[in-house]
C-alpha cells in the first residue's frame, strides 16, 4: 500500500502558509518536521507548497504521494539513551516545477494565507544573476525566481503594506537574512522595478537570518525493505535524519514567537537578536570537536566518530579539550554552552550515523583556523598559558599531513600548496621538529598571523610532533591526559 492521502485520508492537508524553495532531504527532515509538530501541537494550520526551484525530470514530484512521507529521527536523547521516532509528515501539500509551472508558481503570491518563504538552495543559491531578466520563464538564479514572486504579489494587492513575508533563509552563509535581501535590492534596480516596491521589500517584509543544524543522512536505501515492513507502506520519499536540531532565528522575538505560535512548545527554536553568539557556539564547540578529534583519532589507529567517543582515552581527549580549553574560551551562557557540548558529545555517539574521519579531514589547515584558532588565542590570552590540548590536536594534523599511519598510506587531501607544502617538509625532513613546527606556524598568509610569536608555541608544538612521530599517538597522548 503507498503512502498518500487515499489511504491515510486521517492525515488532512493544511491551509497553505508557507512557500518553500527547495524540496531536498534537509528541509523535509527539518523545517517541514517542525512545522508538522507545531501544527500537532498549535492552531499554527501552516500547510506548505514546495518549489522545486531546478528543471529536472529525475526525480518524481512529492506529489505522487500527496506530500506525505516519513521521517525517522534516530540517535541518543539527553536521558543518554537510543531513540527511534517515526512521523508522517503532513506539512507539505503539494510540489511545484517552476519550470513547467511557472504560472501555478506566480499564482502562489496571489494566496492572501501565505506568510513565510523559507529555502535552502545551497550556499551557492543566494547569488546575483545579471543575464536574469523580469520576464523570464522562470529567472534562472533563486533570489532572481524570489524577487519575481515578491513583485507579483506587491502588484496584486496594490502594495498592501499587511500583505509582506517573513522570510527564513536557510543556506549555510553568515546572515543569509540579510545577504539574500541585499542580492533582490539588486534586481530591483536591474529590472528597474518602482521605488514604491523598494519600500514595500523593506518595511512590510521581515528578512531573518538564521542558523540550522542537524545531521540529515537522507533517503535510507539500504534499509528500505526493511523499514517499508515495519511501517506497513511504501514510501519513496522516507528521509532520515539525526535526534538533535536547532534552530536560531535573528528577528522581532515577539513577531516570530506569536506568528510562529511558539510560546509554551518544547522546540528547539531560538528567536535571537544576533545570530553570531550561536555561530560561535556551533563552530568552536561542534566543528572544532571534529577538528580537533580527527588528526588525533586517526592516528591512534580508530576510524569513525562514534568509535573514537567509545574509546576511553580518545573520549577523555575530546571531552577534556571542550570543557577545559573550548568552552572558558567562549563568551556566552556557560550553563548553555554546557548543554550544547553535552548534545554534540551525544551526537558523535550516535549508533545511526557512520561517520569516517578520514571524509571529514578534507581541508583540515583551514578548518583548524577557523574553528580551533580564535579558542586557541583566547585562551592563551586569558590564561597566559597554552591549552595543551587544542596546541596537541594541532600538532597531530602536522603529523596527519606526514600521510602514513603505522606505514599505512593515507589519502591527505588539501589545496595544492598546503600540500607542497607539507610534501616538501616532510620529504626533507631531518630530524629537527623545531623546523618542522616553525615551518607551520609562521604561515602568516594561512593563519592571519605569525603563530611562532605566541610564548611557547613553537617549542610545544616542535615536542608534541616529535612525541607522535618517535613514540607513536598511543603514548605520545599520554602527555596531555
Known sequence: MKLNRSNFPQYKRHTERVIQFGEGNFLRCFLDWQLDLINEKTDLDAGVAVVRPIDSDYLPLLDTQDGLYTSIIRGINEENKVVRDYRVISSVNREIPVYKAFDEYLSLAHNPEMRFIVSNTTEAGIVFDKNDKYDDAPQNSFPGKLTRLLHERF????GDTTKGFILLPCELIDYNGDRLKEVVLQFTDLWKLEDEFKVWLNESNIWCSTLVDRIVTGYPRDEKEELEKEFGYKDDFMTTGEYFYLFVIQGPKDVLEKELKLAGLDLNIKIVEDLKPYKTMKVGILNGA????VPVSYLYGIDTVRESLEDEVIGAFLKGAIDEEIIPALDMDKAELEKFSEAVINRFKNPYVKH??????????????????????NYEK???????KLVF????MIRFYKGDR???VMDVNDDTHIMEMYTKLWNEFDGDYTEVAATVLS???HWGTDLTKIKGMTETV????????TKGMKEAIKEVL
Do not use: C, W
Not at 571534529?290 to 578529534?293: A, D, G, N, R, T
Not at 571524509?359 to 577557523?370: C, D
Not at 616542535?462 to 612521530?469: Q, R, S
Open 155 to 158: 502588484k496584486h494587492f496594490d
Open 290 to 293: 571534529h577538528s580537533s578529534l
Open 356 to 377: 569516517y574521519l578520514m571524509a571529514i579531514s578534507l581541508n583540515s589547515m583551514s578548518k583548524y583556523k577557523a574553528r580551533i584558532l580564535p579558542q586557541l588565542v
Open 382 to 388: 586569558e590564561t597566559g598559558s597554552l591549552p595543551k
Open 393 to 396: 590536536a594541532l600538532a597531530s
Open 406 to 408: 603505522d606505514g599505512e
Open 443 to 445: 604561515m602568516e598568509d
Open 462 to 469: 616542535a615536542a608534541y610532533v616529535g612525541a607522535i612521530d
